[in-house]
C-alpha cells in the first residue's frame, strides 16, 4: 500500500481521506480486491498508511454510504456485491428473487406467536382492538449477509395455520399466497434511521440509513397482512418500472 507521502503525491489539493478512498477503490475496480473480500481496518489503515485513524475511519465510512463497502459491526469491512434489489409495487417472494441472483436465501426466525392487536395494528388489519394475531419477525440473508427484516402481523382467520409454517424453509409469501391469494396490495416507500435493535439484527452501524416498505395485502375484502420491511440502504436497492419503454 502506499504510504501518506505517496497518497498526499497524488494529488497534493484532495484531503487525505480521499487518498485513502481512491487506493481503496484502485484495488476493489482492478479486481484486486473482488466482491467480499475484507479490506484492511481501521487500525491496519492506520499502521500501513500513516494516517489518522480518523482518517481511515472516514474513509472507510464514506466508502460504505457509497454502496463501495459492507461493514459489519464486530467483523470488518468487505467489498460489496452489487446490490440485491427488489421489485418495489409487486408482493414478491424474496427468496424467489435471491436465488433468481444466483446467490443463497437463508431465513432466521426471530419471533412467531399469538398476540392480541394493537390499536395501530389493528386499524392495518381492520379488527378490533386486542383481537388476536399472529406475529413474525423473520430476518432474510443473501449469501450470509442480513438483507431485510420482516416484522408481519397477521388476520388469523385468512391464515389460521399461520404458526405451524417452518420459516427457515418456507416464507411467509409463499405461504400467504397459497393460503389466501392475493387480491390487492398497498405500499408506503420511506426512509428510515434504524432502531438499535434493527442494526444488530442486520449487523449495520447505528447511522446507516435504511429503506422502509409499509405494506398490507388482501385476499378479498379481508386484509391479509400488515409488514414492515427493513432493508440496508447501502446492501439493497428497490426498483418500479411501468408503461412502455421505447429505443431509437
Request: contains cysteine; hydrophobic residues 40%; glycine residues 8%.
Given at each position: 500500500m502506499k504510504r501518506q507521502s505517496e497518497l498526499k503525491r497524488d494529488n497534493d489539493t484532495a484531503p487525505l481521506y480521499a487518498g485513502v478512498k481512491q487506493m481503496i477503490l484502485d484495488r476493489i475496480h482492478s479486481g484486486e480486491w473482488p466482491p467480499k473480500h475484507r479490506?484492511?481496518?481501521?487500525?491496519?489503515?492506520?499502521?500501513?498508511?500513516?494516517?489518522?485513524?480518523?482518517?481511515?475511519?472516514?474513509?472507510?465510512?464514506?466508502?460504505?454510504?457509497?454502496?463501495?463497502?459492507?461493514r459489519i459491526q464486530g467483523v470488518g469491512s468487505f467489498v460489496a456485491e452489487r446490490k440485491g434489489y427488489s421489485a418495489l409495487f409487486e408482493v414478491r417472494n424474496i427468496a424467489e428473487e435471491i436465488t433468481e441472483r444466483g446467490h443463497a436465501h437463508e431465513a432466521s426466525v426471530v419471533i412467531l406467536a399469538r398476540e392480541t392487536a394493537s390499536p395501530e395494528t389493528a386499524d392495518a388489519l381492520e379488527l378490533e382492538?386486542?383481537?388476536?394475531?399472529?406475529?413474525?419477525?423473520?430476518?432474510?440473508?443473501?449469501?450470509?449477509?442480513?438483507?431485510q427484516i420482516e416484522d408481519r402481523f397477521v388476520n388469523p382467520a385468512t391464515a389460521p395455520d399461520y404458526l405451524d409454517q417452518d420459516f427457515t424453509s418456507l416464507t411467509p409469501n409463499a405461504y400467504l399466497t397459497t393460503a389466501a391469494p392475493l387480491s390487492g396490495s398497498e405500499h408506503i416507500v420511506e426512509a428510515?434511521?434504524?432502531?438499535?435493535?434493527?442494526?444488530?439484527?442486520?449487523?449495520?452501524?447505528?447511522?446507516?440509513?435504511c429503506l422502509a416498505i409499509r405494506r398490507r395485502t388482501?385476499?378479498?375484502?379481508?386484509?391479509?397482512?400488515?409488514?414492515?420491511?427493513?432493508?440496508?440502504?447501502?446492501?439493497?436497492?428497490?426498483?418500479?418500472?411501468?408503461?412502455?419503454?421505447?429505443?431509437e
Open positions: 479490506v484492511p481496518s481501521e487500525n491496519e489503515l492506520v499502521t500501513e498508511l500513516g494516517v489518522s485513524k480518523m482518517t481511515a475511519n472516514r474513509a472507510l465510512r464514506e466508502l460504505a454510504s457509497e454502496g463501495e463497502l459492507v382492538i386486542g383481537a388476536p394475531i399472529f406475529h413474525s419477525l423473520i430476518v432474510h440473508s443473501e449469501n450470509g449477509v442480513p438483507v428510515a434511521m434504524p432502531q438499535s435493535w434493527e442494526c444488530k439484527l442486520l449487523t449495520i452501524l447505528k447511522n446507516e440509513p388482501w385476499s378479498g375484502r379481508n386484509v391479509v397482512s400488515t409488514a414492515r420491511l427493513i432493508y440496508p440502504g447501502n446492501r439493497y436497492r428497490l426498483e418500479a418500472r411501468t408503461g412502455k419503454t421505447f429505443e
